[in-house]
């Protein structure tokens, strides 16, 4: 698979934006988040276009490099010219919510096995950990409408989303959303793990919620955790991880 480079023709803001956006594609397959082609993260390009990168659809996220993410606007128009197609229904998810929140630069969203068990749960994910308590200060659900392909399911899934950074897909999947991409990151891996957690911890018939109290103070408490650099602690390590085992995702 040869690809064009096209760091000569982005600007340095942007190129920065790619590497970090193909770092999170290899990142989530290395973490077996990856649903072979068909789920997508996608970043804002800063401006008042609204243009936004996305996965080439029909790569495995173990390609996708810098150069090979997709440029569109709102309407799903290649901005740049690329070989590659996107996912349509990643192109709804991602437009409605980067059209509609200017806070949320990155959007990520999953099938994962956990994930989806989960969000087919009546009571979706509960008070059973402390991962699940960062997710649960700032979580919303948006109920399954089928694939998203429908224009008219953008202003619900919006909605549904509200403020929030965290969103369970009803009997679909995982969602999260931030400013920057490693912060993203680090949200998709507090869900997963949450609801990873729960899923095993339902082997057992006895199970002990965390007080509700305790919930309201964790947005205050991660930022303590991570020395108010959320996702920035740990994302340069996780670079360098992604370094050792191959860093053609920066090209």
């Not at 996965?55 to 606007?73: C, H, Q, R, W």
């Not at 996107?86 to 919510?97: D, L």
Request: proline share 4%; with cysteine.
């Amino acid at each position: 698979m040869q690809i064009d480079n096209v760091q000569n023709q982005v600007s340095e803001e942007e190129w920065q934006l790619r590497v970090d956006l193909a770092a999170a594609y290899r990142l989530v397959a290395l973490y077996g988040w990856d649903d072979i082609i068909f789920t997508h993260i996608s970043a804002r390009i800063p401006g008042d276009e609204h243009h936004f990168l996305i996965n080439p659809y029909g790569l495995m996220f173990e390609e996708v490099t810098a150069s090979s993410l997709v440029k569109i606007d709102l309407q799903g128009n290649k901005v740049l010219e690329s070989p590659y197609n996107i996912n349509p229904a990643g192109f709804t998810i991602h437009s409605a919510i980067h059209e509609a929140r200017e806070d949320a630069q990155c959007v990520m969203h999953t099938h994962t096995i956990n994930g989806v068990a989960v969000s087919a749960q009546t009571h979706g994910l509960l008070p059973l950990s402390q991962q699940s308590l960062f997710a649960l200060s700032g979580l919303s659900y948006h109920d399954y409408e089928g694939v998203a392909l429908r224009s008219d399911e953008k202003p619900r899934l919006v909605a549904d989303l509200g403020t929030n950074n965290f969103m369970i897909l009803r009997n679909h999947g995982l969602l999260t959303c931030a400013p920057t991409i490693p912060d993203t990151f680090l949200a998709m891996y507090i869900l997963e793990a949450a609801c990873s957690i729960q899923l095993r911890a339902q082997a057992s018939s006895e199970l002990t919620h965390v007080p509700e109290e305790i919930t309201r103070t964790m947005q205050e408490q991660a930022k303590a955790a991570t020395n108010n650099m959320g996702g920035a602690l740990a994302w340069p390590g996780l670079l360098r991880k992604l370094d050792r085992i191959d860093p053609s995702y920066k090209s």
